[in-house]
């Protein structure tokens, strides 16, 4: 559990770090309104399918939660994230990668009450931020 910390906590500082430097993206912010509006298009769908894809990973770790023993009976626990998230696109002022795009979500984690993970509730939530970067035409992690 702890190691799960350091690593949001080193996320966190380094999508701080990248949003700091980077000025919100805008018509005419140095780089031609359409590849912006397209960056910004493809951001969303990219976006949409990568929590599909975090939603899918959802599905498999609640058909197989961590299991730990307890005081009393087992902990079982598994990761899901919240159905919401919302997107942004920066400029970098860098030719090679014009934009970064900002995803942002709430990882949950799930606290079940059974072993088969069927009655469970959110015993915690830790927003998210991933980074990527738009290079020649398309996202990249």
Do not use: K
Request: charged share 25%; aromatic share 10%; with cysteine.
């Amino acid at each position: 559990m702890q190691h799960s910390w350091l690593r949001i906590a080193v996320r966190g500082l380094v999508v701080s770090a990248l949003i700091a430097a980077a000025p919100p993206a805008r018509a005419g912010a140095g780089s031609p309104g359409p590849a912006r509006e397209d960056a910004e298009r493809s951001f969303a769908r990219f976006a949409q399918e990568w929590m599909r894809g975090i939603r899918e990973l959802e599905s498999r770790e609640r058909s197989r939660p961590t299991i730990r023993p307890g005081n009393r009976e087992p902990l079982v626990t598994y990761r899901g994230y919240a159905d919401g998230f919302n997107v942004e696109v920066r400029s970098t002022g860098h030719p090679e990668a014009p934009f970064v795009g900002v995803l942002r979500y709430t990882e949950l984690l799930y606290s079940c009450s059974d072993v088969a993970a069927a009655t469970c509730s959110v015993a915690s939530s830790v927003p998210q931020a991933e980074i990527f970067r738009y290079q020649s035409g398309r996202w990249l992690y």
